[in-house]
């Protein structure tokens, strides 16, 4: 995919995915417009201040629950990678129609000003909270999921819009993550664990955006992208951080899973195996034309892809090394 001649924008621009992969895109990928699409003008300010300002940089304050905003930031976009929701999940389940206001009706508007303006590929931001979902937040995600995919019947057969999503695991370090939270509890000596047995899929912010990007370019429109990434003990991220801590489970809160699962049982039907990752095909979908059989090798039937049946895991040396860089950035003052 020639990315020089696209025009690429970017929803929840300010965000922690946002800014990696604007950073990823005009380091190496250099779009001819990059639009940074968010509500927050502050955020927007510090980006600029933090380096984000280059030629190529376009910045749009709006909301996706702005549909006619939306429309105006599309026109004569060609990429779009949305990005913005509402992720935390006690905030969702304290405001559940302000969640399902940003992740299932944003969703639908920005589909509904890509359909309008004609942008070529959409790929939306999921989460493993979409699968099987016990909250609020989850099902907004496994709503905003179904409409992502089954937009697609809109476009027609003819090519001209297509959209996609990206379904992963907990980011390293991100806004809302538990590395900084067991930062802060070191300095007190003990650290707050929900349940000794919990697993999480685990992957980096940059291997999360290089994924989304290699999948724009191979997207027939539909599919949902699962990368094979490693689960870890969540005890095992607290001796990482502080092994000489104690530890002390509180129990699983309200909407909280022992295990993720990134596919379901009932999803293996139409999911295809490929070296990296897994493809969730669209079930009877016309305009669908199931290239991905060729690439890759259904798995088999009734299979699952958690955290806690993973085949790879991180031990605590490894998840040492992961988050070094955060360690670091946490004692800068760069990591709250």
């Not at 995600?141 to 995919?149: F, I, Y």
């Not at 003990?190 to 899929?201: A, E, S």
């Not at 027939?220 to 992208?225: A, L």
């Not at 079930?283 to 699952?304: Q, Y």
Request: charged share 25%; glycine share 8%.
């Amino acid at each position: 995919m020639n990315w020089n001649d696209k025009v690429v924008l970017v929803t929840g621009g300010t965000g922690s995915f946002g800014k990696t992969f604007i950073r990823i895109m005009l380091d190496e990928f250099h779009p001819a417009k990059l639009i940074v699409y968010s509500r927050d003008e502050l955020k927007q300010h510090e980006m600029r201040v933090a380096g984000f300002d280059h030629p190529s940089l376009r910045y749009f304050i709006g909301d996706v629950r702005d549909l006619e905003r939306l429309k105006r930031a599309m026109q004569g976009v060609d990429v779009l990678v949305h990005a913005a929701a509402l992720k935390q999940v006690p905030a969702c389940e304290y405001n559940p129609m302000e969640a399902v206001k940003t992740n299932i009706l944003g969703t639908s508007n920005v589909i509904n000003a890509a359909l309008d303006r004609g942008v070529e590929k959409v790929m939306a931001l999921s989460t493993d909270k979409a699968v099987n979902p016990v909250n609020l937040y989850g099902a907004t995600k496994l709503a905003a999921e179904k409409l992502v995919v089954q937009s697609n019947a809109y476009a027609g057969q003819q090519y001209v819009t297509r959209l996609s999503c990206v379904r992963y695991g907990n980011v390293v370090g991100s806004r809302g993550s538990v590395v900084p939270v067991f930062l802060r509890q070191r300095e007190n000596g003990t650290l707050t664990i929900t349940d000794k047995r919990m697993t999480r899929f685990w992957l980096s912010l940059e291997q999360g955006v290089r994924f989304v990007i290699r999948n724009i370019a191979h997207m027939e429109g539909g599919e949902v992208f699962v990368p094979k990434i490693p689960s870890m003990k969540v005890v095992d991220l607290a001796k990482a951080i502080a092994p000489d801590a104690e530890l002390k489970y509180i129990g699983i809160r309200p909407g909280e899973k022992l295990h993720e699962l990134l596919i379901s049982r009932d999803e293996s039907r139409s999911t295809v195996e490929l070296e990296d990752m897994y493809v969730v095909q669209p079930v009877e979908a016309f305009w669908f034309g199931g290239a991905w059989h060729e690439k890759g090798k259904p798995v088999e039937d009734g299979f699952r892809y958690s955290s806690a049946e993973n085949t790879e895991w991180l031990n605590v040396e490894q998840i040492k090394a992961i988050i070094a860089p955060f360690e670091e950035a946490y004692a800068q003052g760069k990591l709250s």
